[in-house]
């Protein structure tokens, strides 16, 4: 489970709500950029989720149900390792865009992971392997829950967040057009998930190039960190 919003009003403002269950994480804040890291038994601390000091965010939610079109079939591009690229500023948005144009990208087995990609101008990728790719040229607002955008609610599943997409649309839809970091950390806020919990909210105000956070919903905790300056509070 995730939610992933970008917004751009006066202000591109992009946030990610991460929701796991049984998986350990941190948040590591750095000159270059704000790395939510997921501990795997393999790998070790990997930068899945956060934002750049380029200006780049990279969210990952889980798409339910899991579509086996996904699974590695043949050459292709690994969504995890293309999300990393961007988020660790080796590849730009509109070269992964321009990858995911050209050739199959695969997730892990058994598994779907999309991707929920922006840059510094407001631009989204949302990539959903096996499915496809959509970009929007700084749109207004976007959502990505734990559906596929092509498929909308034609499959359900408990943790889709069909009812988290409604939620935010509505209160993005409303939004002022001074759209800013308390206004995203209230739309997070009210979609933020206990079951599957939500360990980590993350607000990014592109334009300053600043990073919010705060860990297992306590919105009253909210640590702030400038990137490029490694300025933190």
């Not at 009003?9 to 049984?22: M, V």
Request: aromatic share 10%; charged share 25%; proline share 7%.
């Amino acid at each position: 489970m995730c939610t992933s919003i970008a917004v751009n009003r006066k202000k591109t403002i992009i946030g990610w709500n991460l929701d796991i269950l049984d998986m350990e994480y941190r948040v590591r804040p750095t000159v270059e950029g704000v790395y939510i890291e997921i501990n795997d038994e393999k790998e070790g601390w990997l930068p899945l989720f956060g934002a750049n000091a380029r200006g780049d965010f990279v969210g990952m939610p889980t798409c339910w149900p899991y579509d086996p079109r996904s699974d590695p079939n043949g050459p292709g591009e690994n969504i995890i390792l293309l999300d990393i690229d961007l988020l660790m500023q080796k590849k730009t948005l509109q070269e992964i865009r321009d990858i995911a144009e050209n050739r199959p990208v695969f997730s892990e087995p058994g598994l779907t992971f999309m991707g929920a990609l922006s840059d510094a101008a407001g631009n989204v990728l949302h990539l959903i392997p096996g499915q496809g790719l959509r970009y929007y040229e700084k749109p207004d607002y976007r959502i990505l829950t734990n559906f596929s955008p092509f498929k909308q609610d034609a499959e359900k599943h408990p943790w889709m967040g069909w009812d988290r997409y409604h939620r935010a649309e509505a209160m993005l839809r409303g939004g002022p057009d001074d759209f800013g970091v308390p206004d995203c950390f209230a739309v997070l806020r009210a979609v933020a998930q206990e079951v599957c919990p939500t360990v980590v909210s993350m607000v990014f105000d592109v334009g300053e190039r600043t990073v919010y956070w705060c860990e297992n919903r306590e919105w009253d905790a909210i640590r702030t960190f400038r990137l490029g300056e490694g300025r933190q509070k």
